[in-house]
């Protein structure tokens, strides 16, 4: 995350970190139900179950939390990139091997119906880079508020300061409800690709349908 703030205790509780076996994060999801993380099919495209873990309730991805093994990888069904590298239906769950024990710092997001209205504030988190080139990577998880916008506006190259990089792949975009003042969260999206300082809104938000 770009721009980010450092996540506080509890705060996102249901984030989680992708990683090689041996603890290398590389991507990022989000606890859906107690046995499946939802994240981008970029992130799994040639995976085995075996090759990658998740480690849930922690602020950072390289220690703390509970690392959970995983059973099977499932990818969107139209899942695709084309021979200009723009992947379509970038979207795919992990099924884990046991379930995720709830508490304070693990808890469960809910799967939005429909598409946020037109500038709305919604919240990305992830463990990603936070500078282009950066070494060594970012371990603790960072989040960042950015509007909603148009595809027309996407279109008009419109910059942020804040955004995603390198390693937020998979990472959930969280907006509120309309029901003030206590509005609940909800998934919206994930996180599919972005370049450093160059990308726009659309190329790294999947809008989840």
């Known amino acids: 995350i770009i721009g980010g703030a450092d996540a506080t205790a509890n705060q996102f509780p249901y984030m989680a970190s992708i990683q090689f076996k041996g603890g290398a994060q590389y991507c990022g999801g989000s606890i859906i139900t107690l046995r499946h993380i939802l994240t981008a099919g970029h992130c799994l495209n040639g995976k085995m179950p075996d090759d990658i873990e998740i480690r849930v309730g922690s602020l950072r991805s390289d220690e703390m939390g509970t690392v959970m093994a995983v059973k099977k990888i499932i990818l969107h069904p139209q899942f695709n990139v084309d021979k200009n590298m723009v992947i379509f239906n970038d979207v ?5 091997d046991k379930a ?17 209205a037109d500038m709305t504030r919604c919240t990305i ?10 070494s060594p990577a970012n371990k603790k998880l960072l989040f960042v508020e950015l509007p909603i916008v148009k595809k027309e506006t996407c279109g008009e190259m419109i910059r942020l300061p804040e955004m995603t990089d390198g390693m937020d792949s998979g990472s959930p975009l969280v907006c509120p409800t309309a029901n003030l003042p206590n509005p609940t969260m909800w998934q919206v999206g994930v996180v599919s690709i972005g370049i450093c300082g160059e990308a726009w809104i659309a190329e790294q938000l999947l809008v989840l349908s």
Do not use: D
Request: hydrophobic fraction near 50%; charged fraction near 5%.
């Open 100 to 116: 995720v024990a709830i508490s304070s710092s693990v808890g469960l997001m809910s799967v939005a119906l429909r598409a946020p």
């Open 92 to 96: 795919g769950v992990i099924v884990l």
């Open 125 to 134: 988190s992830g463990y990603g880079f936070t500078a282009k080139n950066q």
